[in-house]
């Protein structure tokens, strides 16, 4: 198949954020990669989010923004001649380079300050929607004259990344059949559930069968000491870097973890997850898929989530009002318990 006459042959997208973000806005490649079949059709973002969605099969190239030569970056932009440009972050460090691309149309979110000129399709932003938030960046397409439909998060490993996580865990002695990965740490602190709970969730998960496995991801060090100080039951696995680690979360049977980039990789290899949403809204972050469960805060008593500050106050005690055995519901809803033997370890 071949692109459309009329339509743009060369189309850029951008999003210089978080890992996450990266891969929410991934799901859009195939929006324009269906609309679009033969076009070159770009993904720009930084290193470690063209790491993460290394392989994807709807992106032409994943080009890699260099922050340290702004100039030079722009100027690259400039030359590769693009038609359409999608700025899904559409913010004062994002604008710059929609502009330089010379592109005819460029669309973003209607951001307020000088910057919003940059874009010829403004679309408002809608800070509380009721649904997930790839649905919200799909707007930015539409507005593009494009088609979109549901879609779901991919990533993509080789067969020797998937081989690697499932020859970490066996080398570790992680039983197979009912793995359940658990990351301890999140993009924010208010969504940081407590390490305690973790050693208490891994206790009552190893008495039913299930294989408790930590994947260390940096900064996990102090927790993962004060959870292994509580209880012996679970397996520590060193995350290493990013591609290891997506092994290992696909050798997993289930992950468990606040709302941070880990939950929605798991969930992208179709590892079901059981997520916990304190001062976030499961409603924007979840892909309400049936191999995801969230498992939300009831906010009663969170002084952050009553004065409406969510996830940037430091009062939040959202986290803390969600109790073990909600999750143990999720996991057991996901992953049916059967009594097995295993003898936690730390990998080397």
């Not at 009329?6 to 999003?15: C, D, E, N, T």
């Not at 929607?129 to 494009?146: E, S, T």
């Not at 879609?151 to 020797?160: D, N």
């Not at 929605?264 to 898929?289: F, I, Q, S």
Request: aromatic share 4%.
């Amino acid at each position: 198949m071949s692109t459309p006459a009329g339509a743009p042959q060369r189309v850029l997208l951008i999003q210089l954020q978080q890992l996450g973000d990266a891969l929410l806005t991934s799901a859009l490649l195939e929006d324009l990669r269906e609309a679009l079949p033969s076009s070159q059709i770009d993904f720009l973002t930084r290193a470690p989010g063209a790491r993460l969605l290394a392989g994807n099969p709807h992106a032409s190239e994943l080009v890699v923004y260099d922050a340290e030569h702004p100039i030079r970056m722009l100027r690259t932009i400039r030359s590769r001649g693009y038609e359409l440009v999608i700025d899904t972050q559409s913010s004062p460090r994002s604008a710059p380079v929609v502009l330089a691309s010379g592109a005819r149309r460029r669309v973003g979110y209607a951001i307020s300050g000088p910057w919003r000129l940059v874009y010829t399709d403004r679309v408002p932003r809608d800070l509380d929607p009721p649904y997930f938030m790839v649905k919200d960046r799909q707007r930015l397409v539409r507005q593009a004259g494009l088609p979109t439909r549901e879609r779901r998060l991919r990533l993509y490993l080789t067969p020797e990344e998937r081989a690697q996580g499932q020859c970490d865990l066996e080398a570790l002695g992680v039983p197979a059949g009912r793995r359940v990965g658990m990351v301890l740490s999140a993009g924010s602190p208010t969504s940081v559930w407590p390490a305690e709970r973790f050693a208490e969730l891994a206790g009552r998960l190893a008495a039913e069968g299930y294989a408790p496995v930590v994947i260390r991801s940096k900064g996990d060090d102090e927790a993962i000491a004060r959870c292994r100080a509580l209880t012996d039951a679970v397996w520590v696995a060193e995350g290493g870097d990013l591609r290891r680690f997506l092994g290992l979360l696909a050798a997993l049977d289930l992950m468990i973890g606040g709302d941070s980039g880990p939950a929605k990789m798991a969930a992208a290899l179709d590892v079901p997850t059981v997520t916990l949403y304190g001062p976030t809204h499961a409603k924007h972050w979840d892909p309400g898929l049936p191999i995801t469960v969230a498992v939300s805060s009831p906010r009663a008593t969170c002084v952050g989530c009553a004065r409406n500050m969510r996830r940037k106050a430091p009062e939040h005690t959202c986290m803390l009002e969600i109790d073990v055995d909600a999750v143990l519901d999720g996991v057991r809803r996901l992953l049916p318990a059967a009594p097995r033997p295993g003898t936690p370890g730390v990998i080397a």
